[in-house]
């Protein structure tokens, strides 16, 4: 059987050619068969050439293969925008405008002392709602310019403002609401304070309903009567009467402009209540009326003629009068100073607030106050008796509780509080924190030698300080000039001379930062880094002077101080702010100053303080022109710095204490340090006396140098002297036997003493050292004990006879021209 014949157009394979393999001819195609029309051969051949040269799909290796293709981001945004929208609409659907909530009509917190008896009520809420009608256009344009200058033009909310307000935050640049007048007014009427994102979420969506349902003036005039402005008034009519005793009709611009103010910060722009806020609240003011200005509501020429407006005197509800309403204000500022709520949150009220005051404590410091100072004043009768005031503040070192206050006479008649204002001068109180210092920083003098309480500085009136730029020559007290003294001496007698020089041989940058760890605050008004510092020029108030004792009292260890024990409202329990404490100096540094200090207690101007029975340690102060008056000391377990203060009841001017009580000066070692002896020995009357456990820094516990030689012809100043520009102080008139008739003069060193009976006729010679010098009618009978340092010496106003204008140790001024 022969094989059949090839189809048509095949080509016969030669055997012994091997077979191409299958995937050779596959990319080809198949042969065109018999069948295939020239046309169709021609496109299959273009498009297996086409096939041919395409290039193979490269895939995604490495790392490449984690990242997401742009298809899938674009799905992914598309997904997320489907979802946000769906959920704005949800929202928008779902949450109701609400009944106005119960802060609407705003309980009264309620304070505790520390055992959970009653301390105060902060009163009744004070609204009055009014038509916007009634309102001046002048107030309500003030308003917005200071807190939402588009509200007329703009939507409901801002999310670009919302999210600025909160980067800016998150960045530390400043907390910002970044909410609309629409927003503010939801969170005020309907909703609350707190800062939650739920809350966050409804203000958004009733925000947005609101504005697409009421009219702008419909959401304006809710916004002006619930809005908080302090003094416990809520709405803009409550503020015209707490503010300025009118309506809101009779605002003026300027007013209205004040008014909307203390929307930013009610407590700290009230320049009664906390006159240290003063400049801020007035630059707000001025940014509200500029703000006027360029929206066009108010003229550059009404702009020129508006002066700022004073508030009237802070009218304390019943419930706050005594030491009360100081007690509230206080703890009030604590917790929105340390943002555990802010003002218009604790407003609202409902909180019970658990204080650390300690009720046994608080009443002893008002009797100590009363006891020494109130019952002694006579205003009708003494005129310098008008502008006495008294702080005091009194803390536990060991835990930073603040465990009594005295603010004033009554925070219903003065509202001013005395223990947390920031402008009077802190006086030679400061001076410890510079010794400090040196201990902390290793400091020398400009010679070379170690700064320890035993290091002699030059201790005379008026001398150049040495390592400044600018001349600078501070006057001691009294104008006493004291020669070569130990830094001991200088603090027991508060010598400002070696103080001055002291600040500049440690640095006064140093110096300064270790005031801020001891607990003085930063932005202290005058707390400039300049050699003057060193006498107290910077105004810190009473309490934060107690918080840096304190940090001394502790061995250094700063803990920050308190108000508070526990906040609740309803079944919550609000978070309080954590204290840790921290060495702030070194244990040598405070325990070597503490050394000192006691020394002042027990030999320099703080022996008063010796009344309260119990180991002290402490500094006296007199501030510039006697306007204030400071005593700052603790025990191992009690710190409390007292301070009398001048102000004109009527203008609020700082006023010299002249006169007073009836002494030509006030000063630390005087009522302060009396006041503080008789709370003390009362506030540990149930605890023994208890010695302090000091550590030393190398060369402090060694015994005083002999007293350098004496010098013969002393600088003679007359005291009272004071710069041309400067007002003298009334010179005490001294007792007979003192300096002049039976000191220095008649019976001291010229009749008595150095000349007649003293060194030369009856001194050193004929009667001096021997029959009439030393012993006969020198320092026993007309020398040291009866016409010297003891009947007309130290005590009557005498020098040491023996040894006049010499530079020995512990030579003192008469005791009224010590501070």
Not at 36 to 65: D, F, I, L, N
Not at 75 to 85: D, E, K, S, T
Not at 442 to 454: C, E, F, V
Not at 465 to 483: A, H, K, L
Request: net charge neutral; hydrophobic share 35%; with cysteine.
């Amino acid at each position: 059987m022969s094989d059949p014949s090839p189809p048509p157009g095949w080509t016969p394979r030669d055997p012994d050619t091997p077979e191409e393999p299958q995937a050779a001819s596959a990319g080809a195609g198949p042969a065109p068969g018999p069948e295939m029309t020239a046309k169709e051969t021609k496109k299959k051949a273009a498009k297996a050439e086409k096939e041919r040269v395409k290039p193979a799909k490269r895939k995604r290796t490495g790392w490449r293969r984690v990242l997401p293709t742009w298809r899938m981001l674009l799905g992914v945004f598309l997904l997320l925008a489907l979802l946000c929208g769906g959920a704005l609409v949800a929202g928008y659907l779902l949450v109701d405008i609400p009944p106005a909530n119960a802060a609407a009509v705003a309980q009264s917190n309620v304070y505790l002392y520390a055992d959970g008896s009653q301390l105060a009520r902060d009163g009744e809420v004070d609204r009055v709602n009014v038509p916007l009608s009634q309102i001046p256009r002048t107030v309500q344009d003030a308003v917005l310019a200071a807190e939402d200058r588009d509200f007329h033009s703009e939507r409901a909310v801002d999310p670009t403002a919302m999210l600025r307000a909160a980067w800016n935050t998150a960045t530390g640049k400043g907390t910002q609401s970044g909410s609309t007048i629409t927003q503010q007014y939801v969170k005020n009427y309907y909703l609350g304070q707190e800062q939650t994102i739920k809350r966050k979420v409804k203000e958004f969506f009733i925000a947005i309903k609101l504005g697409r349902e009421k009219s702008k003036d419909y959401i304006l005039e809710g916004y002006l009567n619930t809005s908080y402005f302090g003094r416990n008034a809520y709405g803009i009519q409550a503020a015209a009467q707490a503010y300025y005793g009118k309506d809101v009709g009779k605002l003026t611009t300027a007013e209205g402009a004040y008014l909307a103010t203390l929307l930013n910060s009610p407590s700290a722009f009230d320049v009664l209540s906390h006159p240290q806020g003063r400049p801020r609240a007035v630059a707000r003011w001025n940014y509200v009326l500029d703000g006027m200005v360029k929206k066009g509501w108010m003229t550059p020429a009404e702009r020129a003629g508006t002066r700022f407006p004073e508030p009237g005197k802070v009218r304390a509800a019943a419930g706050l009068s005594g030491q009360r309403g100081y007690l509230v204000e206080a703890i009030k500022d604590y917790i929105v100073e340390n943002k555990v709520l802010d003002d218009k949150t604790l407003a609202e009220g409902g909180y019970r607030i658990t204080t650390t005051i300690d009720k046994r404590r608080q009443n002893a410091i008002v009797d100590a106050v009363n006891d020494k100072v109130v019952s002694e004043l006579d205003p009708e009768k003494v005129k310098a008796d008008r502008v006495v005031r008294t702080g005091a503040v009194s803390i536990d070192p060991a835990t930073g509780k603040v465990v009594a206050l005295y603010g004033g006479i009554d925070y219903t008649k003065q509202f001013v509080n005395n223990a947390t204002r920031h402008d009077f001068q802190v006086a030679s109180t400061f001076k410890p924190f510079v010794f400090a210092s040196a201990v902390q920083n290793d400091s020398h003098t400009q010679d070379g030698r170690t700064i320890t309480p035993y290091t002699i500085y030059n201790g005379d009136n008026k001398r150049r300080v040495v390592g400044t730029r600018i001349p600078y020559m501070p006057e001691n007290e009294g104008q006493i000039s004291y020669g070569n003294i130990t830094v001991n001496t200088a603090t027991d007698l508060s010598v400002n001379a070696v103080f001055a020089q002291m600040v500049v041989d440690v640095g006064t940058d140093k110096v300064k930062q270790t005031a801020i760890a001891l607990g003085i605050p930063e932005n202290t008004p005058s707390f400039d880094a300049v050699p003057a510092m060193a006498l107290g020029t910077m105004q810190a108030s009473v309490l934060d002077m107690t918080q840096a004792y304190a940090t001394l009292a502790d061995h250094g260890r700063h803990t920050p101080y308190t108000f508070v024990e526990k906040i609740t409202k309803a079944d919550d329990t609000i978070p309080l702010p954590h204290r840790e404490a921290t060495q702030a100096v070194s244990r040598e540094a405070a325990d070597t100053t503490t050394s000192m200090l006691v020394s002042v207690v027990d030999n320099g101007t703080g022996t008063a303080a010796l009344a309260a029975g119990h180991p002290a340690a402490g500094k006296t102060g007199t501030g510039e022109l006697d306007r204030s008056a400071w005593f700052a000391a603790y025990t191992p377990d009690l710190v409390t710095v007292v301070s009398m203060m001048g102000q004109d009841p009527d203008t609020g001017a700082l006023e010299s204490l002249y006169g007073a009580l009836g002494e030509a000066r006030i000063s630390g070692g005087g009522y302060p340090a009396r006041i503080w002896a008789q709370y003390t020995k009362t506030a540990l009357a149930d605890s023994d006396p208890v010695e302090f456990d000091l550590e030393l820094m190398p060369g402090a516990s060694q015994p005083p140098p002999p007293p350098p030689p004496v010098n013969p012809n002393p600088p003679q100043e007359t005291p009272g002297d004071r710069p041309s520009g400067r007002p003298s102080r009334p010179t005490p008139t001294p007792p007979t036997g003192g300096r002049t008739q039976g000191g220095q003069n008649n019976g001291g060193q010229n009749n008595g003493g150095q000349d007649n009976g003293g060194r030369t006729n009856g001194g050193q010679n004929n009667g001096g050292r021997t029959d009439g010098g030393q012993n006969t009618g020198g320092q026993n009978d007309g020398g040291q004990t009866s016409g010297g340092q003891t009947t007309g010496g130290d005590t009557d106003g005498g020098a040491t006879t023996g040894n006049p204008g010499g530079a020995t140790e512990g030579r003192r001024p008469p005791a009224n021209l010590l501070e």
